[in-house]
């Protein structure tokens, strides 16, 4: 009901704004919730008559007329059916979110801009030009009864949601758009004023759509144009509208995430059947969506019903909404366009640097129309990337003897002439220092590099090359850098007889040898463990303890200050408990991608729950299992196993006569796995559909399905089972494939789906 009371005025004013008949705009808006809601993939996500299509829509109308744009839209709504078909739904989220804002912001300018005229009494020109040009002479005729109740609309729209006390937080559960219209049409009426209103013709005498005429040309870039603009809106509201229901809602009361092909799909069905029937083009609607969310909906029924709502109002409300001022309407969409500009957008686009392509996308919508808009947005968005790539500073300068290059920006082809003529005036013979402080290089500096470094090196000169300090993974990893305690050689200086060697990686990485053990590239900013195999005096463990924190104080702790004092602040937050081995190869953020306070991490040898009650129990994991459901309230609890561990081969290899130790005791906890190994009640576990390849691998994944059954033996894990408040995963990470891979369960036995580097199921 929330959804049908916003959709209702905000159809009927979208469809004023574009120059079709106010029927059509009910027809988008019951065609966008029936259809999209049976047949979309983002079930919260409610569809209708969108501001976004309005600038293009109008176009059409001027253009081709009503009839033709029907058939347009039909058309276009074929073509959405035709990109999910070929799966190309997420292909529409790589453009550039400050080109998107930008057309949003364009269209809404222009929006603002044509509905003024309205309600000021006036009548909105063909363009937006023409409307700023006209405006004086509007401003000098202004109408006072209409601008009267665009100004109460107004009042209502933007006061309503800060109505105060209790009598107000009742009165706001009535949306302020419907508020809004509904005080100035009774005021209007009751006070007799006399103004244009809503005039909904006889659904006998309703407009169908007709064989497209016109330029061939012109009728597939108008299609072209809807399908484009209207599948980018309606697959970014429904990845916002995901977002939302992750941030207001637990696991237990979310509904699938979007399926964007399947919306896609959905929203070419909705657009055919609202053509069809002489609607306006529909796309997702952020507004109805949010609506939609916050009033409680648990499924696709709601935005179905608000469509039914739609049909009853379209039938039975006729006299009702024929009385309706179109200068409320026209203030209710100039908000709407005002509102499409957005300060939080700009600040965002600001922030990384878009600024140029989104203020050149609003010029270019406002002035040339939402495609050419949007081209000249992109064809920006590309010279500002290519600007960035060739923009490279190389800076050298001398400090007690030593040579530092320091080269900022991506290294490509294009700054290799400035590349080579800094090096080459380095003197031989001398030690430099060479820092990358960027995140690619092609063959071409790669080649300039290595030929400088051999040369240098022959003469008998020595050489430091550093990536980005905190970045390694990312950035042109680093090649040593950090020196060593007890007077020892930094890494990766290197000497005619002991180089380190430019090697080609992924985006141009670097790496380094030295006696030959290859330095970690990724792990170098985070711990100084190159070399950790050769032999080394026993005090290098505090020097490198004491390398590694003064490290941390100099290159991350400035980047990750001020998110730790929000978390110092707000206290700990984890979404999840991860319980995985004490191994010294897991690390637990790297695998998860996760963050400060995001994972409760308990961490022993064997990753082993023990289960309550039993003999020599732990009780520091069954206390952390507690703090972690009843206090700290997490999602999910994943059991994570590993390849090679060495508590699974201990267990393994145990006899019943083996002297007791502390760990024999502790590894008693995983004896229930060895039995389920062996029973013939229990399926092996596969991985990606394979078998285990020797005992320890079985007995490491037995042993997660194993805890998992532990885990729910926990009094508090089983009641937030039973709650449906709390989800349980188990996870297997192979370390020397660096592949993670998550546990389901299948019919009888447990399957290991295997997940690629950016978590797509592979």
């Not at 409610?46 to 829509?57: E, F, K, N």
């Not at 957005?342 to 392509?357: A, C, D, G, P």
């Not at 005096?537 to 990750?560: K, M, W």
Request: contains cysteine; glycine residues 10%.
């Amino acid at each position: 009901m929330t959804v049908f009371l916003i959709a209702l005025p905000l159809s009927l004013g979208i469809a004023l704004a574009t120059g079709a008949p106010l029927q059509a705009g009910l027809v988008a808006a019951a065609a966008g919730g029936i259809v999209v809601g049976c047949l979309g993939g983002a079930p919260l996500q409610v569809s209708g008559p969108a501001a976004g299509l309005t600038v293009v829509t109008a176009e059409l109308i001027q253009h081709y007329g009503w009839r033709t744009t029907c058939a347009i839209t039909v058309l276009a709504g074929c073509c959405q059916l035709g990109l999910a078909a070929l799966r190309t739904a997420r292909s529409a989220l790589m453009v550039s979110p400050a080109i998107v804002h930008g057309m949003l912001a364009g269209i809404g300018v222009t929006i603002a801009l044509a509905q003024l005229h309205i309600v000021l009494g006036g009548t909105p020109q063909s363009s937006p030009v023409a409307n700023v040009q006209g405006l004086p002479s509007q401003l000098a005729n202004i109408h006072p009864t209409a601008l009267g109740v665009s100004v109460l609309t107004l009042v209502v729209l933007l006061g309503w949601p800060r109505l105060p006390g209790r009598p107000g937080r009742a009165l706001r559960k009535v949306p302020a758009a419907l508020a809004a219209v509904a005080t100035a049409t009774a005021c209007a009426t009751f006070a007799g004023l006399s103004l244009p209103r809503v005039d909904l013709p006889s659904w006998r005498s309703h407009a169908l759509p007709e064989l497209p005429e016109g330029p061939a040309l012109g009728l597939v870039a108008a299609v072209l144009t809807i399908t484009l603009v209207g599948s980018v809106e309606s697959l970014l509201s429904a990845v916002a509208t995901d977002k939302l229901i992750a941030s207001e809602r637990r696991t237990a009361d979310r509904p699938p995430r979007a399926h964007l092909d399947r919306e896609l799909r959905g929203q070419g069905a909705a657009n055919i059947v609202s053509g069809a029937c002489g609607g306006l083009p529909i796309t997702g609607v952020a507004v109805r969506s949010v609506a939609n969310v916050k009033s409680g909906a648990t499924s696709r029924k709601s935005a179905v019903l608000h469509g039914l709502w739609v049909v009853l109002a379209a039938a039975l409300l006729v006299p009702v909404l024929d009385l309706i001022p179109l200068a409320a309407l026209a203030a209710l969409v100039m908000a709407v366009g005002v509102q499409m500009v957005s300060i939080t957008h700009m600040r965002n686009v600001t922030r990384h640097r878009e600024f140029l392509v989104y203020a050149t996308t609003v010029v270019a919508v406002v002035l040339g129309g939402v495609l050419e808009g949007v081209a000249i947005g992109i064809a920006v968005a590309v010279a500002v990337a290519l600007h960035r790539l060739t923009r490279t500073r190389i800076t050298v300068e001398e400090l007690d003897g030593v040579h530092q290059v320091w080269v900022r920006g991506q290294l490509t082809f294009l700054a290799v002439p400035r590349l080579s003529r800094t090096l080459n005036q380095i003197p031989h013979k001398g030690h430099v220092v060479i820092k990358l402080d960027g995140s690619f290089m092609d063959h071409a500096a790669y080649e300039t590099l290595q030929d400088w470094q051999d040369s240098h090196l022959a003469h008998g000169g020595s050489l430091e090359v550093r990536g980005r300090p905190a970045e390694g993974a990312h950035g042109a990893a680093a090649l040593g850098g950090a020196d060593e305690p007890d007077g020892d050689r930094p890494h990766g200086v290197g000497s005619a007889g002991d180089r380190p060697d430019i090697a080609p990686g992924t985006g141009g990485e670097l790496s380094t040898q030295r006696g030959g053990h290859h330095c970690c590239r990724p792990w170098t900013p985070w711990k100084n463990h190159c070399d950790h195999r050769a032999p080394a005096p026993r005090s290098r463990g505090a020097g490198r303890l004491a390398s590694g924190i003064t490290a941390f104080q100099r290159d991350t702790a400035p980047h990750v200050r001020d998110e730790l004092a929000r978390l110092a602040r707000e206290g700990q937050r984890p979404s999840q408990l991860f319980l995985t081995c004490a191994d010294s190869r897991l690390v637990t953020s790297m695998i998860t991608a996760s963050g400060p306070g995001d994972l409760f991490t308990v961490r022993n040898v064997g990753n082993l729950v023990p289960l309550p009650g039993a003999e020599t129990a732990d009780d520091s994991v069954a206390a952390a299992i507690e703090y972690a459901v009843d206090v700290l309230r997490v999602d999910s609890i994943t059991v994570c196993g590993h390849s090679g561990c060495g508590a699974m081969q201990a267990l393994l290899n145990s006899a019943p006569g083996d002297p007791v130790t502390p760990l024999s005791r502790w590894l008693r906890h995983g004896r229930p796995s060895l039995r389920r190994m062996d029973s013939r009640h229990h399926a092996w576990a596969r991985i990606s559909g394979r078998l285990p390849a020797d005992a320890v691998e079985q007995l490491c994944l037995t042993n997660v399905v194993q805890q998992l059954e532990h885990l729910r033996a926990h009094e508090s894990v089983a009641r937030r089972l039973a709650d449906g408040t709390l989800e349980l995963h188990g996870m297997y990470f192979h370390v020397g494939e660096a592949q993670a891979y998550l546990l389901s369960e299948g019919e009888d036995f447990f399957d290991c789906r295997v997940f690629d580097t950016v978590g797509q199921h592979a």
